[in-house]
């Protein structure tokens, strides 16, 4: 109740006071004052409950008695209503927030859901929404104020297990928990919708599984490690030989490509020795270089002397 509504009842009960007294008294002007106060007094209470401030990250909902729910909503600020055949029903437009868990309550406890294999699974999450602020009027009719109760709760109940008995235990907790997470909010988001709710997001804050199937589950998983660590290991191997191989190869390769080119070679030089036989002078002549002791005359039978034995001579 406003302040000026009070100022009017204030106002309507010092005029009824009046009142008695001038009948009392039997005084004419005293019951006009009190006449003139009483009128006031109601024309400023009706006229208070006229005009309503709607508090901001709200819109009003108006019901007439008349014509029922109006599908236009008041916006924040002041508004005017009319008095006693219309009430206005606030309803946060703001951000709002469900948080499923083990401890948030019998409203809001964690959700059980059963896996593909039938396994159970305890899943903890928070549910991220808004309500279509031109859409209010449509709830209220349709639901009531009570919508997150009613709709919202049930609806992502309903969807994260649905969604869960599409996937294993091991893939809930592990390799595919994003994407059952991505396909939770596109199901919930579709589902809000047709209602005007629209969804911001889905985090499932934790995924529990019995504690056996999760011993079961890192058993596998260290086996599936050691199995690829020896796989590794073997290919290590594999890698190693092929190596050795390659190398050998190439040292073989390297070895038949210098004795082919040695053979070659040598081929070369015997059909230069047999085109030009004075090489072989020439390369008799290089060796005795350092130290001469033998001349070659040249000669049609390209004759040698020995020089020591010449010089040596008494």
Same mark, same amino acid.
């Given at each position: ?16 006071? =009046?009142?008695?007294? #001038?009948?009392?008294? *039997? ?28 508090? /901001?990250?709200?819109?009003? $909902? ?18 005017? $209503? ?15 927030? %469900?948080?499923?868990?083990?401890? #948030?309550? /019998? ?27 031109? &859409? ?40 595919? *928990? ?20 629209? =969804?911001?997001?889905?985090? =499932? *804050? ?19 490690? &050691?199995?690829?660590?020896? !796989? ?23 070895? %038949?490509?210098?004795? !082919?080119?040695? #053979?070659? #070679?040598? *081929?070369?030089?015997?059909?230069? %020795? ?14 005795? /270089? ?13 004759? =040698? ?10």
């Amino acid at each position: 109740m406003g302040i000026i509504t009070l100022i009017g009842l204030a106002m309507i009960v010092f005029a009824l006071v =009046l009142m008695v007294q #001038a009948v009392q008294g *039997r005084s004419a002007s005293t019951r006009g004052l009190a006449s003139l106060l009483l009128v006031a007094g109601i024309v400023i209470a009706i006229l208070s409950r006229s005009f309503l401030v709607v508090p /901001a990250g709200n819109v009003g $909902v108006v019901f007439n008695a008349f014509s029922g729910v109006k599908q236009r909503e008041l916006e924040e600020g002041l508004n005017f $209503v009319l008095p006693i055949v219309e009430s206005v029903t606030l309803f946060t437009v703001r951000e709002q927030s %469900i948080t499923f868990a083990e401890d #948030a309550g /019998a409203d809001s406890n964690d959700i059980e859901a059963l896996s593909q294999e039938g396994l159970q699974i305890d899943i903890d999450a928070t549910v991220r929404f808004e309500i279509d602020d031109t &859409e209010a009027a449509s709830i209220y009719q349709n639901i009531g104020q009570g919508y997150v109760t009613k709709l919202v709760t049930p609806q992502v109940r309903s969807v994260i297990r649905n969604s869960v008995a599409n996937y294993k235990a091991a893939e809930v907790i592990s390799t595919r *928990r994003s994407e059952l997470e991505t396909e939770i909010e596109t199901e919930l988001s579709t589902a809000l919708a047709k209602s005007s709710i629209t =969804l911001i997001e889905v985090l =499932l *804050r934790d995924v529990r599984i019995p504690e056996s199937i999760s011993v079961a589950i890192e058993r596998k998983q260290a086996a599936e490690q &050691e199995v690829e660590i020896e !796989e590794n290991l073997r290919l290590q191997a594999q890698i190693a030989a092929q190596r050795v191989v390659t190398e050998a190869e190439g040292l073989r390769d390297a070895a %038949i490509a210098r004795a !082919e080119g040695e #053979a070659q #070679a040598l *081929r070369l030089k015997g059909e230069a %020795i047999r085109d030009n036989p004075e090489i072989i002078q020439l390369e008799i002549a290089e060796k005795l /270089a350092p130290t001469i002791n033998t001349i070659m005359l040249p000669t049609e039978s390209n004759m =040698l002397l020995d020089m020591k034995s010449i010089l040596n001579k008494p």
